[in-house]
């Protein structure tokens, strides 16, 4: 049944200040969800929404899991809050422990934060602090991409490349950071299925930059292995080995942002594990806690850590930290999720269903509009051509249609993504393909 639009009866709409919203034009025609089950939504008018977007790159393992509201309501009834600055409990041991298991190469050291943003700050002030512990103090700079997303703290957004987190802001980003080129390249690999063939030379933009400012005054690279709020930007084949390559050459550290691939996107635990590159930290959130309460996590080498601990017994080695750092209620949270992927085979589901889902995306590709499709792992960027009404007013359009017949999909810009639940069987992707091609076929 088709959606009704507005839906905003008997609620308020005027002061909670949205984010990353067009908060005119979504209170003008707003659309509200109520309940979520599995693969599914429901509107507050109880229209029933299958979700392609896992909420925001979020629950992995479909929504409203029995598993994790008994385990939070269980924890928050026992011990609802306990501090972790000098003090302990044991369940972020736990969890950290489990983390530590299911993380490439010696990854093993983690640092909970509450966010995707915290943990890539976090990350980018752990490099710094490893720099200077071992007597490099010199390397400060922090390198990023262009198109890259690292959330919204000050960190975050300096290292990040997409223009309009940033350009509001200019002035007071951090000083000494540079960008990486992005390696989307539509000329060369548009429609690629899978990693594009070609872009593997982007990489040796790395060593122009340290050519420019000097290994010594380096300190990390921090990149996505795939870039989702970007637009969906994949790695060409062989682009990250070569950045592993030239770090480590130069004795740079390099930060994988896992935020969203982590937790099986990519059909294994982490893209480092499915891409065969082990990077010094990875960061994570979302599918952590498969979005049921916030909270995010860094797995550092045990080398970073260990020479972070190189100083007296006695003092604090590393003064940064959140008051809900290895909140209770989402360590459980976040041990029911790691249960379920385990116990349900989900990214080895994910992976069976990789094939299925690469076609039925390609299959978008014969409409006019339609100028890129993207996928790796379950995840899907539709590139759409800019109307004549303006960059962005077609994916907006096919967004807005999408949701009114039935499936929400996420537009960043013209580039619609899609990235279901990774319990998605053949009919959610009928679904989703079929109403995201009327969408397209009726946009402006
Ligand atoms: C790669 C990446 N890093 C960081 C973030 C920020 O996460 P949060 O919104 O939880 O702060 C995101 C959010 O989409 C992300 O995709």
């Known amino acids: 049944m088709a959606v009704k639009k507005p839906q ?30 599995g693969m599914y939504y429901e509107d507050v ?81 752990i490099a710094l602090a490893y720099q200077r512990a071992r007597g490099h103090s010199n390397r400060t700079m922090l390198i990023g991409r262009e198109l890259g997303y690292h959330g919204t703290g000050f960190g975050g957004i300096s290292v990040g490349g997409m223009v309009n987190n940033r350009k509001a802001f200019n002035g007071q980003l951090l000083p000494s950071v540079a960008h990486l080129p992005h390696t989307l390249d539509m000329q060369k690999n548009a429609f690629s299925k899978g990693l594009p063939e070609n872009g593997i030379e982007k990489a040796e933009a790395l060593e122009q930059l340290v050519a420019l400012h000097g290994a010594e005054n380096i300190a990390a690279v921090i990149v996505e292995p795939m870039s989702g709020s970007g637009g969906v930007v994949l790695p060409p084949v062989g682009y990250l080995k070569r950045l592993r390559e030239i770090t480590t050459k130069h004795d740079i550290l390099l930060i994988f942002d896992e935020v969203i691939t982590a937790f099986g996107r990519m059909g294994d635990a982490f893209a480092a594990q499915r891409w065969d590159v082990t990077p010094d930290m990875i960061t994570t959130a979302k599918a952590l806690t498969n979005g049921a309460i916030p909270m ?39 041990l029911a999720s790691l249960n379920i992927y385990r116990d349900e085979k989900l990214f080895e589901h994910a992976r069976e269903m990789e094939t299925e889902w690469q076609d039925a995306v390609h299959s978008l590709a014969s409409h006019a509009n339609v100028i890129d499709v993207r996928n790796a792992g379950i995840i899907a960027g539709i590139q759409l051509a800019p109307s ?12 807005t249609r999408s949701f009114y017949d039935g499936v929400l999909v996420r537009a960043s810009g013209d580039i619609i993504a899609m990235s279901p639940p990774l319990i998605l069987e053949s009919k959610h992707i009928d679904q989703m393909v079929s109403t995201l091609e009327r969408a397209i076929k009726n946009a402006l």
């Open 388 to 399: 004549e009404k303006g960059i962005g007013k077609r994916g907006y359009d096919v967004f």
């Open 296 to 334: 995010g996590a860094v797995l550092v080498s045990e080398r970073i850590y260990d020479t972070c601990m190189n100083a007296p017994e006695d003092t604090i080695e590393f003064f940064h930290g959140y008051t809900y750092s290895g909140h209770p209620v989402a360590a459980a949270a976040a």
């Open 8 to 37: 905003s009866e008997g609620v308020n709409l005027d002061n909670f200040w949205m984010p990353f919203t067009a908060n005119r034009q979504y209170k003008a025609t707003p659309r509200l969800l109520a309940k979520a089950k």
């Open 45 to 125: 008018e109880g229209n029933s929404v299958l979700d392609a977007t896992a909420g925001l790159w979020c629950c992995n393992a479909g929504h409203s899991r029995r598993e994790i509201s008994e385990a939070v309501s269980r924890q928050i009834s026992e011990l609802d809050y306990a501090p972790t600055f000098q003090m302990g409990h044991p369940l972020p041991f736990e969890l950290a422990e489990r983390l530590a298991d299911m993380a490439p190469s010696d990854l093993n050291r983690v640092f909970f934060t509450n966010s995707g943003s915290e943990s890539a700050d976090t990350a980018l002030k």
